[in-house]
Every structure is written in structure tokens, then in C-alpha cells.
């Protein structure tokens, strides 16, 4: 088995678990229409910390506001950011230093636009790298469902741990239950 097959089969597991994951705490939640996505947002983080184990070299914050969405977003919203932690942990970690990884849930989705973040202090992503891989495919395919614009930049503009910021824009209309 190819290291290009063998990388291909962990993101399509990745991808599955997320989506297995999201779909779980919906049945949870109790409802199948309307989704706390703070607190839908916090129990992922939770399974994701409890998967690292003991692993005392990433931490994982949520910073969030009250948004209620339909499940059917939420679980979305759930596996774009379990994509973005997962590379976070992935790629940010190479040098296996320490990581922080910052969520961040912003607006109410009536007033103020939606914004999902996902920021890390690693190296940074290869701007040479092809985002065509499995895991940015279906994050894009996401993120266009959900009627939002998912854009990839730096967090810091120079230095050895610039960071990824992973960001999810929602037009004012977009979570209408």
C-alpha cells in the first residue's frame, strides 16, 4: 500500500468519524430540528479531547455565544471543525512541540453574521500544497451547503509558527430554521 493510498484511506476515517461523531451528539441533543451549536460545538471538542487520550502537548479552547441552527447545519459546522483540529494536530504538530488550538463561535446568525474559527499556533500550512486532498474536498462541499465562504490564511504574517486560521463566513440568511 502507497503512503498517498495509505494517507487517503485516514482522511476518509477522519472524515466518517467526524461526520458518525456530529451525527451522535445530534441523536443526544434530543431534538432532530434545532441544535444549541455552542453547546453541540463543546461536546465535539470533548469527544475529540478524550480521543487524544493523555496527549498533554495539544490543548483545545472554545470560545463560544448562544446560536441555535437546524441539526443538519450544525452536524456540517461539527465536521469542518474536526477537519480543521485534526490537521491542526496533524500538520501543526509535525515539529512535536506544544500546540494550541483556539474555536471560536461569533454572531447570532440574525444580526450579527455567523463566523466559525479555527486557529492554531504550529508552522503554518504549505502555500505550494495542493488543497485537493479528500478532507478539503468535502469541507468545501460543506461549507458551500451551508451557504458559507471557508477561507484558509495565516494566523501571524511571519516567523517559525505562523499559525493556520481556518475561517467559515455565513451570510446573514444562511442558518434560517
Known amino acids: 500500500q ?37 453547546q453541540f460545538l463543546d461536546s465535539l471538542i470533548q469527544d475529540l479531547r478524550s480521543a487524544l487520550g493523555g496527549n498533554d502537548r495539544v490543548t483545545i479552547t472554545l470560545k463560544t455565544q448562544e446560536v441555535v441552527a437546524p441539526s443538519h447545519d450544525a452536524v456540517s459546522m461539527g465536521v469542518i471543525v ?20 483556539q474555536v471560536t463561535l461569533e454572531g447570532d446568525g440574525n444580526k450579527k453574521p455567523l463566523r466559525v474559527t479555527v486557529e492554531d499556533d504550529g508552522a503554518g500550512f504549505d502555500e505550494a500544497s ?3 486532498g479528500f478532507g478539503s474536498q468535502i469541507t468545501e462541499a460543506l461549507s458551500t451547503s451551508l451557504r458559507a465562504r471557508l477561507s484558509r ?19 446573514s440568511d444562511a442558518l434560517a430554521a
Open 130 to 132: 495542493d488543497q485537493a
Open 82 to 101: 474536526t477537519e480543521a483540529i485534526n490537521n491542526a494536530i496533524k500538520y501543526a504538530g509535525k515539529d512535536e512541540g506544544a500546540i494550541s488550538i
Open 2 to 38: 502507497s503512503r498517498e493510498a495509505r494517507d487517503v484511506l485516514e482522511s476518509v476515517r477522519s472524515c466518517v468519524h467526524a461526520i458518525a461523531s456530529a451525527q451522535r451528539r445530534v441523536r443526544l441533543s434530543g431534538t432532530n430540528d434545532l441544535v444549541e451549536v455552542n
Open 153 to 171: 490564511s495565516y494566523v501571524r504574517p511571519v516567523g517559525p509558527r505562523r499559525g493556520t486560521r481556518i475561517q467559515l463566513d455565513f451570510s
